[in-house]
Structure formats: C-alpha cells, structure tokens
C-alpha cells in the first residue's frame, strides 16, 4: 500500500513541475496564473498525501 501512495506522490509532484514549466512558457498572464495555481494544486495533494502516509507509518510502529 505504501508503495502506490508513494507512486501517487511523485505522479503529483511531476505533475506540478509540469505545469509550473507550463507557466513559465504561457504568453499570457491569465494561462500564467492558471498554471501556477494548477501546480500548487498538485504540490498541496503530495503533500497532504505525504503527511497521511508519515502519521499512518508512526502510528504503526507505535503500536
């Protein structure tokens, strides 16, 4: 299970890479922005997803 989570992980973080190249190469500061926020989108579920994976790999060796 943690592998898949890990997989999604780095989808989400190359996924956000993608579009913040993407913002960089947009004429226009509307595509800009979009793209921008696209990329932060992505980077905040990694790491939310991150942070699930962190708690849930304490809570396991605790017990």
């Known amino acids: 299970?943690?592998?898949?989570?890990?997989?999604k992980i780095a989808v989400k973080l190359q996924l956000s890479e993608k579009y913040e190249r993407l913002s960089y190469l947009a004429s226009s500061s509307v595509k800009?922005?979009?793209?921008?926020w696209h990329a932060k989108h992505f980077r905040n579920q990694a790491h939310v997803m991150q942070c699930a994976l962190d708690f849930k790999t304490r809570?396991?060796?605790?017990?």
């Open 59 to 63: 809570t396991a060796a605790a017990q």
């Open 32 to 36: 800009q922005s979009t793209y921008r």
């Open 1 to 7: 299970m943690a592998k898949d989570v890990q997989k």
